[in-house]
């Protein structure tokens, strides 16, 4: 049986990475946005961000995960409102709010960082261990080269 030549992608494309690359993107976004239920991506990376580097302003929070500031912004009031972060006043300086996670935000990113590996593990079955690494070696080099100042 013969594929359908309508079907298939042209051979000038079929063998470019950036196609390649933007293709598997799509299709583990959608696949990790599916698993992640009620939470988004990005309020997986505040709380990352949260747990690895402690409190932290909003601005600070948005810049180390380059999300825009009224992103941030509604993202934590978001989660605030679940009870997951806590916003406060900072003292310092009281036009800025400084976050941190809560015990049920902590409890949450534990939860959330086992279906986060599930899903990884989903997108990337046909991979070995050693060749996610060397494929994650690799992307970061590329974006690297690209967001360098």
Same mark, same amino acid.
């Given at each position: 049986? !013969? =594929?359908?030549? $309508? *079907?298939?992608?042209? @051979?000038? #494309?079929?063998?470019?990475?950036?196609?390649?690359l933007?293709?598997?993107?799509?299709?583990?976004h959608?696949l990790?946005?599916?698993?992640?239920?009620?939470?988004?991506?990005?309020?997986?990376?505040?709380?990352?961000?949260?747990a690895?580097?402690g409190?932290?302003?909003?601005?600070?929070?948005?810049?180390?995960?380059g999300?825009?500031?009224s992103?941030? !912004? =509604?993202?934590v $009031? *978001?989660?605030a409102? @679940?009870? #997951?972060l806590?916003?406060?006043?900072?003292?310092a300086?009281?036009?800025?709010?400084?976050?941190?996670?809560?015990?049920?935000?902590?409890?949450?990113l534990?939860?959330?960082d086992?279906?986060?590996?599930?899903?990884q593990?989903?997108?990337?079955?046909?991979?070995?261990?050693?060749?996610?690494?060397?494929?994650?070696?690799?992307?970061?080099?590329?974006?690297?080269?690209?967001t360098?100042?």
């Amino acid at each position: 049986m !013969t =594929a359908d030549p $309508t *079907e298939t992608p042209p @051979r000038r #494309l079929s063998g470019l990475p950036s196609r390649l690359l933007t293709q598997t993107a799509a299709h583990v976004h959608r696949l990790v946005t599916h698993g992640l239920g009620d939470f988004r991506t990005h309020h997986y990376a505040l709380m990352a961000a949260l747990a690895e580097a402690g409190p932290s302003s909003q601005a600070v929070l948005g810049r180390r995960c380059g999300m825009d500031r009224s992103d941030v !912004t =509604a993202a934590v $009031t *978001e989660l605030a409102s @679940r009870g #997951l972060l806590r916003r406060t006043v900072d003292p310092a300086h009281r036009r800025r709010n400084i976050v941190a996670l809560t015990a049920e935000g902590e409890n949450a990113l534990r939860e959330l960082d086992q279906r986060v590996q599930r899903l990884q593990d989903e997108a990337f079955a046909p991979l070995t261990p050693t060749e996610r690494a060397h494929l994650a070696e690799l992307l970061t080099r590329l974006l690297d080269h690209h967001t360098r100042p």
